[in-house]
């Protein structure tokens, strides 16, 4: 009873390993687990066997070898306790997926409420700015022929930059609703630095 006893275990052990082969940690400590109970068990058959076939010689091989497996099954699972006491519980890894998840759902609702801020936002910054646009134009086109060169350029000058203030905040807002699925495109590095001090041209002139 106690041979067939250590005999299944190794068997459901090696089942267990040839099923989770790809999955399974610490392969080699449970084949070694697997060997040593087997061993054991041959032990206990052959002090049966005993009783009618002395087998002294035998037994004693068995028991050499069981005692060599047993220490090697010891020493490598003194190897891998400081590795399995770092392994996660299954506990420890829902909570953690619970916990990203959790975060993920928090970061959505937080990019969701800052491109409704944004959408909202350029929408007020720009009621102003076509406001200033449309009197200025209109302010250029009544007196267009009044004003002197210097005047015209400014008034230009104004409307131009209400324009890409305008064009700034449309920018704005379409940063903030960037998904990952962005579509790069080649620019002219010169363009982009000419709009740049354009754009400072008072802090240049300063």
């Known amino acids: 009873m106690i041979w067939a006893a250590y005999f299944l275990i190794p068997v459901i052990i090696l089942r267990y390993l040839t099923k989770k082969?790809?999955?399974?940690?610490?392969?080699?400590?449970?084949?070694l687990f697997a060997?040593?109970?087997l061993l054991c068990g041959t032990t206990h058959f052959l002090d049966a066997l005993m009783f009618w076939v002395p087998m002294y010689r035998l037994d004693a091989l068995v028991r050499f070898v069981t005692g060599v497996v047993s220490l090697l099954t010891v020493y490598h699972l003194i190897k891998l306790l400081p590795i399995a006491f770092k392994q996660k519980t299954n506990l420890k890894?829902?909570?953690?997926v619970e916990k990203n998840k959790e975060a993920e759902r928090q970061l959505t609702d937080a990019n969701k409420a800052l491109e409704s801020?944004?959408?909202?936002?350029?929408?007020?910054?720009?009621?102003?700015?076509r406001k200033i646009r449309f009197f200025s134009t209109m302010?250029?086109?009544?007196?267009?022929?009044?004003?002197?060169?210097?005047?015209?350029?400014?008034?230009?000058?104004?409307?131009k930059s209400t324009e890409k203030m305008q064009q700034l905040v449309n920018d704005v807002l379409s940063l903030s609703?960037?998904?990952?699925?962005?579509?790069f495109i080649k620019v002219n590095v010169e363009?982009?630095?000419?709009?740049?001090?354009?754009?400072?041209?008072?802090?240049i002139l300063e």
């Open 21 to 31: 082969n790809l999955g399974i940690l610490f392969h080699k400590a449970y084949i």
């Open 35 to 37: 060997a040593f109970i």
């Open 93 to 96: 890894l829902e909570m953690e």
């Open 117 to 129: 801020f944004a959408y909202i936002a350029s929408n007020d910054l720009q009621e102003p700015l």
């Open 177 to 183: 609703s960037l998904s990952h699925s962005v579509n």
């Open 139 to 159: 302010l250029l086109n009544a007196n267009q022929d009044k004003l002197d060169t210097k005047s015209l350029e400014y008034s230009n000058k104004i409307i």
């Open 191 to 203: 363009d982009a630095v000419a709009r740049a001090k354009d754009d400072l041209e008072i802090k």
